[in-house]
């Protein structure tokens, strides 16, 4: 199942050959994953999506922008010459999308006119809590079900409590953490759903560390950093300059 992003994480087929005693050998064969998706294809689909979600009333038409673009990525992903495809129906993205925001606005509808604030904030907590499990759990389970490869459909089944305590206790730490822990709830995140995915019924393994993650947001920040200190530099440069020989300013004034 192809990721958002162009990222994909099946990496591999495992095939298994029956011998003449009657005896199983799995056979495993690693296949490169191919995306044939051209930049001017995808804009021409993009500028269309774009346009027609904000000429319909509300955004009406994302739902249908997110499956066209979902159909084009999966349709031109493929591995070991078969793609993928997205067989979600637009009409229940639609629908599902306005149920969670009219419950959402229902809530704190209640909240703000029909209890105290100390007992609304506390109800509001708990629903920030529940909710998010809840909705993570929903759509990824979508997602993966609207997903196939060779006429297989892909799964996803995680418990409340496995996402509770992933995304949303390990987001409030990480909250804590000054972005020391922000890799590894990366990592966590991605270890959680793709070892809860399954193609059929095989359920994938994730094999990336932690220390990889590390080293992707060093990388990251340092060049952050290099590049603040780059621009600092110039533009401090340029100042200083100019306060030396001040007959530049007018050089600069001119242009």
């Known amino acids: 199942m192809p990721c958002e992003g162009g990222a994909y ?11 003449a005693a009657g005896t199983e050998m799995n056979r495993e064969e690693i296949y490169p994953i191919v995306f044939s998706g051209k930049a001017g294809e995808y804009f021409r689909i993009w500028i269309v999506n774009v346009l ?38 637009p009409k229940r993205i639609l629908v599902g999308g306005r149920i969670i925001v009219l419950v959402m606005y229902i809530v704190w509808l209640g909240i703000s006119n029909f209890t105290p ?3 609304g904030g506390l109800i509001l907590l708990v629903f920030v809590c529940i909710a998010p499990p809840v909705i993570i759990n929903k759509s990824l389970k ?21 996402t509770f305590i992933t995304f949303v206790v390990f987001g409030i730490i ?32 994730f ?16 060049l952050v950093i290099g590049t603040g200190l780059l621009v600092g530099v110039t533009v ?17 004034r001119l242009l």
């Open 236 to 252: 401090g440069g340029a100042g200083g300059l100019l306060f030396l020989f001040p007959r530049w300013q007018w050089c600069c």
């Open 142 to 162: 979508f997602n993966a079900v609207n997903s196939s490869y060779r006429n297989l459909r892909f799964n996803y089944s995680a418990s409340y409590k496995e």
């Open 52 to 89: 027609l979600s904000i000429v319909t009333l509300g955004g009406v038409y994302s739902a249908w922008a997110k499956v066209r673009r979902k159909r084009y990525f999966y349709g031109s992903t493929a591995l070991a010459g078969s793609s993928f495809e997205y067989h979600a129906d």
């Open 117 to 119: 604030p100390i007992v």
């Open 207 to 222: 094999t990336g560390r932690v220390v990889q993650f590390y080293i992707i947001y060093g990388v990251a920040v340092a």
């Open 174 to 205: 990480t909250s804590f953490s000054f972005g020391l822990l922000v890799p590894y709830y990366i990592f966590r995140m991605k270890k959680h759903v793709i070892e809860r995915s399954r193609y059929g019924t095989q359920h994938f393994q």
């Open 9 to 19: 994480f099946i990496q591999r087929l495992i095939m298994s050959e029956s011998v």
